[in-house]
């Protein structure tokens, strides 16, 4: 029995599987005290130490899925992208014309982050049947925002302004990374991955028909790829309520909301189609009472077949971990016979 997958593939459910955005490292202290010591780059570059950390949020809640830590940025090495963290990824070369499309490689499936494969391996070994292991990465075009950029910036200005003077390159360039990143999955998936989730957290940033023309067609060959595996493929779409749509019509099991759109009328409009989300990760800053309030509401709303409970968008670093308990308990203690 494993929730999630029962889930996924809309079947009754015992009860509805749970996990966490962001659920591995953050506001654990355990993880914190393994940061005083190593480097974000060297835990999750190193596979003992990566699924040791994938496990700490298993050993405290008993969540319904591990998600592998590791970042969106890990695969891009193989492509030949130089970068580090500050906290958030900071890109040595932004890439804005020819030249920096042109260099990046086509790597083989065996050298994009060989060392999350791994992780996946270890951890998949490690948990019960029950539960799922997660394999995930960056949708191209937020892989993009970053490379283009250089770092997370507000609104991406020279991503948009790529997108609008040179959109044959941009075109190029979200085809290399769509190519590295179903290739990507698929290792994972074959390494023992249950399903996988690709995040699109930047994905609200142009119109739908720039969007229709210039993302959509490197995003459904991405999944349409990996979809080729067999395994179960999660879409996060964040900020992009004019795109929900559009989403929800690419070829992905389950489509993940963040905290902004009634997930009960998504999943009346997309019948077939499981739902994630989408409790809004400040509402568990806030503390146990109002996460417990956020959680009966979202169970009481949404239809409990085909849904996997978790936040609209990853944990926050300084979330309670009492709030987690309440959302976990509330979860737990929904009534059977509903
Ligand atoms: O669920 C998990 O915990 C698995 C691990 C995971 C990380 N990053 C670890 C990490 C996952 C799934 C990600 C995804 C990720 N990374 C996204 C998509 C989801 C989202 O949040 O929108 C994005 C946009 C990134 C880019 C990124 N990496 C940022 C903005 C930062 C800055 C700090 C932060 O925590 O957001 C990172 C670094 C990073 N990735 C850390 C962790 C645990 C912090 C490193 C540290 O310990 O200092």
């Not at 489509?255 to 568990?284: F, K, T, Y």
Request: proline share 9%.
């Amino acid at each position: 029995m494993n929730l999630l997958l029962e889930a996924i593939r809309g079947e009754p459910v015992a009860r509805r599987p749970l996990w966490i955005m962001r659920q591995a490292g953050r506001c654990l202290p355990e993880y914190r005290a393994l940061r005083q010591s190593h480097s974000f780059k060297t835990l999750s570059g190193t596979p003992d130490l990566a699924a040791e950390v994938s496990l700490l949020p298993l050993k405290r809640f008993p969540f319904d899925a591990a998600i592998v830590f590791a970042d969106i940025m890990s695969p891009l090495p193989a492509l030949g992208v130089e970068f580090d963290f500050a906290p958030g990824p900071v890109v040595a070369d932004p890439i804005r014309d020819p030249s920096g499309v042109d260099r990046l490689r086509s790597p083989d499936p065996d050298e994009v982050a060989p060392e999350v494969i791994e992780t996946v391996r270890r951890v998949r070994d490690t948990v019960p049947p029950e539960v799922a292991v997660l394999g995930f990465c960056g949708a191209p075009w937020t892989l993009a925002a970053y490379l283009v950029e250089g770092r997370g910036v507000k609104d991406f200005p020279m991503l948009r302004a790529l997108a609008a003077a040179e959109p044959r390159l941009l075109g190029t360039l979200l085809g290399k990374l769509s190519d590295a990143m179903a290739t990507y999955l698929t290792a994972q998936a074959h390494a023992g991955a249950d399903a996988v989730q690709v995040f699109d957290s930047w994905a609200g940033l142009l119109s739908l028909a720039d969007w229709e023309r210039l993302i959509r067609p490197h995003l459904e060959s991405m999944l349409t790829t990996v979809g080729e595996a067999g395994v179960p493929r999660i879409l996060f779409v964040q900020n992009a309520p004019h795109l929900l749509g559009a989403y929800a019509d690419l070829p992905a099991e389950v489509v993940s909301v963040d905290w902004r759109e009634d997930i009960a009328a998504a999943q009346c409009r997309w019948p077939g189609r499981a739902v994630q989300g989408n409790i809004d990760p400040a509402v568990l800053l806030g503390g146990p009472a109002p996460t417990r309030k956020a959680t009966e509401d979202l169970l009481g709303h949404v239809n409990r077949r085909g849904h996997i409970v978790n936040l609209g968008h990853g944990l926050m670093p300084d979330t309670p971990l009492q709030s987690i308990e309440a959302l976990v308990e509330a979860v737990h203690s929904e009534d059977s016979d509903e």
